[in-house]
């Protein structure tokens, strides 16, 4: 009984690692040519996707004086309509203080290993993905 569970839930990673092998490899490959990347500053990430925020992220907004636009509940910055509360016409206000988030996206590492954020609505992404 013990060794069809053990074969099962074995059989089960190996699935899920054979499905998500393929995928990483190509977000892997994204993050190697980072370099490439040109923002088109659309500001779709402020749109489409919620901004989360570090302590330090907190701590920095607030000293400029920016903590109105700070959702400490969430931790992440306050939305209007949808969008980063700091977004307007198209630019971000807090640019010079912005979360960390936002200077690393659509490129992050976990447990070291780089990445690109999955984000169909960035076209400086897709890009990159055609280039
Ligand atoms: S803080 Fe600025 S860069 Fe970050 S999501 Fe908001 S508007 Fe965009
Ligand atoms: S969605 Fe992509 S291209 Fe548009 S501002 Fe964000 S990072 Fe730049």
Known sequence: MLETVLLTV???VVLVLIINVPFWARKHSLY???DRFECKLCGNCCRFRV???TGEDVRRLEEAGLGDGVDRDRMSTGRVNGRCVFLVD???TAYE???QVCRDFP???LYGLGYAE???FCPALEE???G
């Open 10 to 12: 074995f059989g089960m």
């Open 32 to 34: 190697n040519r980072r």
């Open 51 to 53: 901004t989360p925020l």
């Open 90 to 92: 198209d630019r971000c």
């Open 97 to 99: 203080h912005r979360p």
């Open 107 to 109: 490129f992050f590492t």
């Open 118 to 120: 999955r984000a169909p």
């Open 128 to 130: 990159l993905e055609d």
